[in-house]
């Protein structure tokens, strides 16, 4: 069975300064892994995801994210915070023949102050 | 670009009532899903669907079907309505499941109360 466990509900960083968003997942076959955002009233936009090969991967609005396999986690960091970053993440897990179903964590809200 | 629709934003409804939930997507998406989004819990999968008149159960299928009598379009009902079942519904699609997973795409959502 697959899990994701995301550390802390809530996050909230300081304009300008680094998001480090905690994704850690549990899988006993190659993992493939996701992120997403949550915009107030809705629905889920994929910010960026990881399948095979480099292990560093970039998204949108400047997020990055790196798969560590020794580490099973997949941490979503930009390195400077704006206001419009505000929302809910979600960290999900996957895997080969899984018939597209994805595992979602818990979310973690991210709030940014001016 | 893939759109993912909802038929409502927000829904009351009385307990006891039937309620339908309509979700069309126009990307020709072979599966779509149905997930409950409360908050602490994140996203669980109640029912998809992998093809016309296919589905199976998801992780919290309990008080609620579904019905892909189209590919482009994914129903949910709850065939009673009770109070647990006030959520946000969030819909979603995504190309054939068959090999590497694929983004899924999701619907605004629905946000139902059940009074």
């Known amino acids: 069975a697959q899990s994701v466990t995301q550390l802390g509900s809530h996050v909230s960083v300081s304009e300008g300064a680094l998001v480090l968003l905690r994704c850690n997942y549990s899988?006993?076959?190659?993992?493939?892994l996701f992120w997403y955002v949550q915009y107030p009233n809705q629905g889920l936009q994929l910010l960026l995801k990881?399948?095979?090969?480099?292990?560093l991967v970039k998204g949108i609005n400047g997020f990055e994210a790196e798969f560590k396999k020794s580490e099973t986690s997949f941490h979503l960091t930009k390195p400077s915070a704006h206001m419009s970053d505000a929302a809910e993440y979600f960290c999900?897990?996957?895997?080969?023949?899984?018939?597209?179903?994805?595992?979602f964590g818990q979310g973690t809200e991210l709030s940014v102050k001016p | 670009d893939v759109k993912v629709t909802q038929s409502s934003r927000y829904l009351v409804k009385r307990t006891g009532e039937k309620v339908f939930l309509e979700c069309v997507q126009d990307?020709?998406?072979?599966?779509m899903f149905w997930y409950r989004q409360d908050p602490g819990l994140g996203l669980r999968l109640i029912y998809f669907?992998?093809?016309?008149?296919?589905?199976e159960k998801g992780d919290i299928p309990e008080g609620y079907s579904v019905s892909r009598e189209k590919k482009e379009r994914f129903s949910l009902i709850l065939e009673s309505a009770s109070t647990n079942q006030t959520s946000m519904y969030l819909c979603?699609?995504?190309?054939?499941?068959?090999?590497?997973?694929?983004?899924?795409?999701f619907g605004p959502g629905t946000r139902l109360t059940v009074t």
């Open positions: 990307m020709d998406h072979e599966n």
């Open positions: 999900a897990v996957s895997s080969y023949n899984q018939g597209g179903k994805l595992i």
């Open positions: 990881y399948t095979t090969g480099a292990t």
């Open positions: 669907s992998y093809d016309v008149k296919m589905k």
């Open positions: 899988s006993s076959v190659p993992p493939y």
């Open positions: 979603a699609s995504s190309p054939s499941g068959r090999g590497p997973p694929y983004e899924q795409y």
